[in-house]
């Protein structure tokens, strides 16, 4: 066929085939560009994303989250999750759905250690950006969303032993923690400058009440006890992240103390 459409092109005067040779590559510019996506933004729902430590809670069975690798390489996903079993089934049955878009993607489960489950996801697109996962075990499920910015990135995803598995089941969790602290950081810094703002409108306002009308002043009243109210919760909000901030640090030492003795001990053999 492109012998063909050379020879065409070769009758034509040279500024025809100038202009056609440019629409062909300008019309295969376009195919390869919106057929493939790879020089497309990638596009984020505006949906809550399931951070690492996320307990699901399914009935008699807790499934939590301790890790998630996306291996581009392999274009799969590796998830471990913790297991809390308080069912009298000897093979409790777990059914995982993953879901990008309107592709769905093939799971296995790689490593069942009954306190532990290691699931495999693969075929996933390099372009993904967001992947909802639902669980079920009995007649219970979650659903949840996870995006590639919360994921550990990683090449390859390893072969390991059963030992090896839950050292990287506990390094997850360490690192899922100082992921969060990192984003509350932040949070809290936004949360600052919005209590600081309103430090400031209410001493504006207060200001403004000199030689003002009786009626003026009860609409700057009125006002001030609103901006106040925010303040209040601002305030309440705040010391609610720090709280948080506070049980995720702990949170965090108490893995990384588990990951240094469960290493000096040479389980990651």
């Given at each position: 066929?492109?012998?063909?459409?050379?020879?065409k092109l070769q009758k034509?005067p040279r500024?025809?085939?100038g202009?056609q040779?440019?629409?062909?590559i300008?019309?295969?510019?376009?195919?390869l560009?919106?057929s493939?996506?790879?020089f497309?933004?990638?596009?984020?729902?505006?949906?809550?994303?399931a951070?690492?430590?996320?307990?699901?809670?399914?009935?008699?069975?807790?499934?939590t989250?301790?890790s998630?690798d996306?291996a581009?390489?392999?274009?799969?996903?590796e998830?471990i999750?913790?297991?809390k079993d308080?069912s009298?089934?000897?093979?409790?049955?777990?059914?995982?759905?993953?879901?990008?878009?309107?592709?769905?993607?093939?799971?296995k489960?790689?490593?069942?250690l009954?306190d532990?489950?290691?699931?495999?996801?693969s075929?996933?697109?390099?372009?993904?950006?967001?992947v909802?996962?639902?669980?079920?075990?009995?007649?219970?499920?979650r659903?949840?969303?996870m995006?590639d910015?919360t994921m550990?990135h990683?090449?390859?995803?390893?072969?390991?032993?059963?030992?090896a598995?839950?050292?990287?089941?506990v390094?997850g969790?360490?690192a899922?923690?100082?992921?969060?602290?990192q984003q509350?950081?932040?949070?809290?810094?936004?949360?600052?400058?919005?209590?600081r703002?309103?430090y400031?409108?209410?001493?504006?306002?207060?200001a403004s009440?000199?030689d003002?009308?009786?009626q003026?002043q009860?609409?700057?009243?009125a006002?001030?006890?609103t901006?106040?109210e925010?303040?209040?919760r601002?305030?309440n909000?705040?010391?609610?992240?720090?709280?948080?901030?506070?049980?995720?640090?702990?949170?965090?030492?108490?893995?990384?103390?588990?990951?240094?003795?469960?290493?000096?001990?040479?389980?990651?053999?």
């Amino acid at each position: 066929m492109l012998d063909s459409m050379r020879q065409k092109l070769q009758k034509r005067p040279r500024g025809v085939r100038g202009l056609q040779i440019f629409c062909i590559i300008f019309l295969l510019g376009n195919l390869l560009f919106f057929s493939t996506g790879i020089f497309m933004p990638k596009h984020y729902k505006d949906v809550e994303i399931a951070p690492i430590g996320t307990e699901l809670e399914l009935g008699e069975y807790t499934l939590t989250i301790t890790s998630w690798d996306w291996a581009e390489k392999d274009r799969a996903f590796e998830i471990i999750f913790e297991v809390k079993d308080l069912s009298l089934n000897r093979e409790p049955g777990y059914t995982f759905r993953f879901r990008c878009g309107d592709s769905h993607y093939l799971y296995k489960i790689y490593r069942d250690l009954g306190d532990l489950l290691v699931v495999r996801v693969s075929g996933v697109s390099s372009r993904f950006a967001q992947v909802a996962m639902t669980v079920k075990a009995g007649s219970a499920s979650r659903s949840i969303y996870m995006d590639d910015r919360t994921m550990a990135h990683v090449e390859r995803l390893e072969e390991r032993s059963d030992a090896a598995y839950r050292i990287h089941a506990v390094e997850g969790k360490a690192a899922g923690h100082r992921l969060a602290l990192q984003q509350l950081e932040q949070q809290t810094e936004e949360k600052n400058a919005d209590l600081r703002l309103a430090y400031e409108k209410l001493e504006a306002l207060q200001a403004s009440k000199a030689d003002k009308t009786p009626q003026q002043q009860e609409e700057i009243d009125a006002n001030l006890r609103t901006m106040a109210e925010k303040q209040g919760r601002l305030q309440n909000e705040l010391e609610d992240m720090m709280l948080r901030k506070q049980a995720l640090q702990a949170q965090l030492e108490q893995e990384e103390q588990l990951l240094a003795r469960m290493q000096e001990g040479g389980d990651g053999a």
